[in-house]
Structure formats: C-alpha cells, structure tokens
C-alpha cells in the first residue's frame, strides 16, 4: 500500500532533550516536507527536500533540523526542544516533476502521514 | 500573505444539503488544491485544479477557480455525515512553495 510512515504518533517529552521523528515514504517520491499544524494558524512548513541531499528551509524552520540522505526517508530533528514546539506535526510527500531542467512545480498532490502529536513539557 | 483564506471558519449543515466552501489568495498560482482532514489525522487531497483550469469535478465535489478575482471554491452536494471534517486549501506558487489556509470545519448534522 502506497503510504507515508511517519513514527512515533504520540510523543511527550523534556525542554533540551533531543528527539528524532522519522518518516518515510514507499512511493519513490522526489519532494518530502514537514508542518507543524496549530490552532489558528493552519499548516506552516517547516522544511522542505525536492530529492536527494537537497533540503530548504520552509516558513517557521527555527529549532528544527532535517536530512535526506535516502529517497524515502526525511526524518525531522529537534536538537533541543522547548514548550513552543509542542504542536501536530505532518510529513508529506509527492512526486514532483522529473523533469530536468524545468523550473520545480507540483501540478500533483501531496500524500500526508498520519501526524506526530509532539508536547514538550 | 501567501496563504489562501478559507471562508467561513465553521460551517454547519443538515445531511443532503449543500455545502460551499471558499478560498481567497493574493498572489499568481500554479494551482489550487483542496484537502480534506478528519479530527486529527493527515490531510487527504481531494482535487487539484491548474491556473489555467475554471472548473473541475470528481463525484460529489466541484471545485470552480477565478484567476481574476484570486478566488476558488469547494461545492460538496448532497453531503453526508461522514463528509464532517476540516477542509483546507492550498495554493502552490512560483517557487514550488505550497502554502495552506486555516480550513473551514464542516459539520453535518444527521
């Protein structure tokens, strides 16, 4: 079944102690990005990778590391997370276009995870 | 803001009826796409709809987009109780950067 795995669901966890939430996707997608998702504010990107060892910053990407060192993994990294960070958070994917060359656009869905509920006490 | 703007926030209804959903954007497009999330979990995409499209169809949704106005809108006909959800849009701009709105929350009532 074509999904996006991302673990763990739920996490509580300390101010200062770093913690890795994975992801992964069995599509051979080409971009993977993560949100965090809060009340009010609606879904905000944290970062973003069109492929491999290609990674950018999204809009609220302080405190937050990533990397894609394999196509289907896109784990995000918090070195020391603060109560600010408690929030929802999604990883997505999508195919992306292929197309060597050609400016970068979706024109195609992205596929979500079922969410990490983060709280940093 | 790059973001799209859905209104109204909430929406409630009674099974069978009609629902409307829209978004307002500010800036050019490359598309337009409409996502559903039930209570908690992922996002689902429901249509994607090019600048260059006015309307698209699948099944119950219909989806319109006026590049002149910056404005799109969700039709759901004949909803059901399991169609109770938070609908969201998101525009994908130049750059590659796809940015959601706050979402209606749809409620149907049975």
């Known amino acids: 079944e074509a999904q996006v795995t991302q673990n763990p669901r739920y996490l509580i966890t300390v101010t200062g102690k770093k913690l890795t939430v994975t992801c992964s996707q069995n599509?051979?997608?080409?971009?993977m990005s993560w949100y965090r998702q809060d009340p009010g504010l609606g879904l905000r990107q944290i970062y973003y990778?069109?492929?491999?060892?290609?990674?950018d910053k999204g809009d609220v990407p302080e405190g937050y590391k990533v990397s894609r060192k394999e196509k289907r993994n896109f784990p995000l990294i918090l070195e020391s997370p603060s109560p600010n960070q408690t929030s929802l958070y999604f990883c997505a994917s999508s195919p992306g276009t292929g197309l060597l060359g050609a400016p970068y656009s979706y024109n195609s869905p992205l596929h979500f995870g079922n969410g990490t509920r983060l709280t940093v006490t | 803001s790059q973001q799209g703007e859905e209104d109204p926030q909430a929406l409630s209804i009674q099974e069978g009826e009609n629902a409307t959903m829209n978004c307002s954007y500010k800036?050019?497009?490359?598309?337009l796409q409409w996502y559903r999330q039930n209570s908690g979990r992922g996002l689902v995409h429901l249509i994607l709809i090019r600048s260059n499209e006015r309307e698209k169809h699948s099944g119950r949704l219909r989806v319109t987009l006026d590049t002149s106005k910056k404005s799109s809108s969700l039709l759901i006909t004949a909803s059901r109780a399991a169609d109770t959800a938070s609908y969201f849009c998101a525009i994908e701009t130049s750059g590659s950067r796809l940015t959601f709105g706050e979402g209606t929350q749809l409620t149907v009532n049975p």
């Open positions: 800036t050019s497009i490359n598309n």
């Open positions: 599509m051979n997608h080409e971009y």
């Open positions: 990778s069109m492929n491999v060892e290609v990674t």
